[in-house]
């Protein structure tokens, strides 16, 4: 069972009290921008064996939106941090190579 804390406000939920939204960190483009880059934001997202970044909702508890670092393959959590930050912090990065010495970003 995966189990992830909200950082928002602190409880450990598991996967039933949570919705999963996708793929944390994806780059929007404006106006002016073309189809294929309105595509590609829509329609494709990476899926990896291995290290995710991911966007979650604490759906049955605060309500609010968060970002997980997981494992894909092991479900291992390395981190959970707001959703308000457009990449994955350093601390977090540095977890997760400490964890896995051959990940690269």
Not at 49 to 54: K, L, N, W
Not at 62 to 74: D, E, I, L
């Amino acid at each position: 069972m995966l189990i992830l804390t909200c950082p928002n406000c602190g409880i450990a939920a598991d996967e039933t009290e949570l919705s999963p939204g996708g793929q944390a960190h994806l780059k929007r483009f404006g106006p002016g921008s073309d189809d294929s880059d309105f595509e590609g934001y829509l329609f494709l997202r990476d899926n990896p064996r291995g290290v995710h970044f991911e966007r979650w909702r604490h759906a049955m508890g605060c309500g609010k939106w968060f970002h997980a670092a997981r494992c894909t393959v092991t479900n291992e959590v390395f981190a959970t941090y707001s959703a308000q930050t457009s990449e994955p912090p350093q601390d977090v990065l540095d977890r997760i190579t400490a964890r896995r010495p051959d990940w690269q970003s």
